[in-house]
């Protein structure tokens, strides 16, 4: 009988709650940023210059209150011309592209930087853009936490306060999130219409970490708990 009293607490628990997870993500830097999620144009390139390659993502486990780390390392440029590392800096000193296809545009100093957009399971392209996430000036770059919504593209850079330093950021993951793609936001000379990405070399490695709320938290190690108990009892 106790056996099966801790089958089904554990049955009956965990269902409804998301798991950790990690792993690492290489991103190419022809990786299309504004074409994630459709099904009929991954590689949009209405600026022209050629679409890249589709961005890669990261399944999400559901549930609410989750909060993923991105650490990302590596270089990434165009042929002939400089490189920098993901929290970029070495194009222009603003980036100002429209959106695509229900994927928000990005505004914001610098460029050729990393950033993501959060989906959930529907095609972005029968939806409406939502507006831009607000970056006006550096220090906005530097923040310990931010919260985009659905299909609004966001700065990750090296997911760090400071270019190479500081303190590891968070993301808040949208309850309905399913998947998170990670990419470049590019466009000649980085204003305009997207595009560009076909001349673009080198890649980053992304190190992820996605956890759930700690009161999701204390209810696995009390599951755990739980088992370790029973195992002991024997």
């Known amino acids: 009988m106790k056996r099966v009293g801790i089958s089904l607490i554990v049955l009956s628990v965990l269902p409804g709650l998301s798991l950790a997870q990690s792993g690492m993500l290489n991103v190419d830097a022809k990786s299309n940023i504004f074409g994630s999620g459709s099904l009929s144009n991954p590689v949009p390139a209405p600026g022209g210059g050629g679409g890249g390659v589709a961005a890669p993502f990261i399944s999400l486990s559901a549930g609410s209150g989750r909060t993923a780390t991105l650490l990302a ?3 990434w440029g165009w042929q002939g011309g400089p490189n920098n590392g993901p929290d970029g800096g070495n194009f222009s000193t603003t980036t100002n592209l429209s959106g695509v296809g229900g994927i928000s545009g990005y505004v914001g100093p610098e460029s050729g930087f990393l950033v993501g957009v959060f989906l959930d399971d529907n095609d972005p392209t029968s939806l409406a853009a939502p507006g831009n996430m607000v970056y006006g000036s550096l220090s906005d770059y530097a923040l310990t936490s931010y919260s985009p919504g659905l299909q609004q593209v966001f ?13 590891v950021q968070s993301f808040v993951v949208p309850d ?3 998947r998170l793609y990670l990419g470049v936001a590019d466009g000649f000379g980085f204003i305009g219409a997207p595009g560009w990405y ?5 890649s980053l490695d992304v190190n992820y970490d996605v956890v759930p709320e700690p009161a999701t938290m204390a209810i696995l ?6 088992i370790a108990s029973r195992k002991r009892s024997k």
């Open 198 to 202: 076909d001349d673009n070399i080198g």
């Open 73 to 75: 390392t590596g270089t």
């Open 176 to 178: 309905s999130a399913t």
């Open 221 to 226: 190690a009390g599951v755990a708990g739980l």
């Open 155 to 167: 700065f990750i850079g090296d997911g760090l306060t400071g270019n190479g330093s500081g303190s």
